[in-house]
């Protein structure tokens, strides 16, 4: 090759090898999709779960005395009571397509009348069907069809950090979204009933959220949003959900009998780590106590023996012991699993029912 001929040959060679890369880039782009906005929206969970939450409106009459610093007036009135309305607003999610709507038992407590807006604006009123105090539950039924019931997601598979949005109707303004995280799992609040075990989120719920939907970004329904910490208005990051799994199997109950049964074992107990009993495991619940007749003593539970689980759930303390054997249906057969001088143990026995309180 001469000399002259090879600036040449290279500019050829150079050219050939920009117009393979140039065609390869151009194939690149048009199989990738063009950016869109809304990459990171959390649109598409919204729109699944937005249409079954509803806003709740209970009126009450509040009885109270009448106050003056005129003698001559309280006179007049006597002891007599001076009623007056109060209305309270809160949220609610469509669990059944024939109209029955879940919510907080305290959006609705004493109220004489109940009305739920839909989505498309409809006003409607609505009846108690039945209520759980203990957990703060009440579900309340519109006459009407073809709702859109939310779907139920699994709240055994979240995790601290996972993303979720809470919808309701705060302070009464309208539909609303907020979005935060998973701050802590099965939380146990004092003040609260010892049957939740709450999911904790930062997600803002203000008054009037309560009763809305805790979803996750498949817009499934987690946990219903219940209150802020201490119900104080400023508790910034710290508000708490009721678990799916717990809800629906008490609006079941509530819708099918009007009423909560819950399992009985029949013993009182302490936890082992405040025990002077307390072991290398460190875990399960110290029996104290055994109620006569009831379900643990017809399975020979004595004081002393160390309760360790109900069938394959554990119960690694007392509160944990009351909350799972709450959520067994009376009259279910079940395995305990416990240590009695050390050794562990296994027995068979049939739930009893807790009375109601």
Known sequence: MTSALRPLIYAILT???????????WQLLQASPPPTANTASYAPAVNRASPSVVQVEAQRRDLSLPTSSNPVLNELFGD???ASTVNSQGSGIVVRADGHILTNYHVVRDAQEIAVTLTDRRRLPA????VDIETDIAVLKVNASELPPI?????????VGDVVLAIGNPYGIGQTVTQGIVSALRRQVGGFSVYDQFIQTDAAINPGSSGGALVNLQGELIGLNTSVFNGAADARGISFAIPARMLFSIVDQLIDKGAVRRGWLGVSGIDVA????????NTGVVVTGVFQGGPADIAGIKPGDVIDGLDELATPDARSL???SSHITPSTAVLLHGRRNGKAFKAKL???ERQRQ
């Open 15 to 25: 050219g050939v090898l920009m117009a393979f890369a140039a065609f390869g880039a």
């Open 274 to 281: 405040h025990s002077p009993l307390r072991d290398r495991a």
């Open 322 to 324: 009351q909350y799972v």
């Open 350 to 352: 049939t739930m009893g």
């Open 127 to 130: 009846v108690v069907v039945g």
């Open 151 to 159: 779907n139920a997601g699994d709240d055994g598979l979240l995790a």
């Open 80 to 82: 007599e009571s001076v």
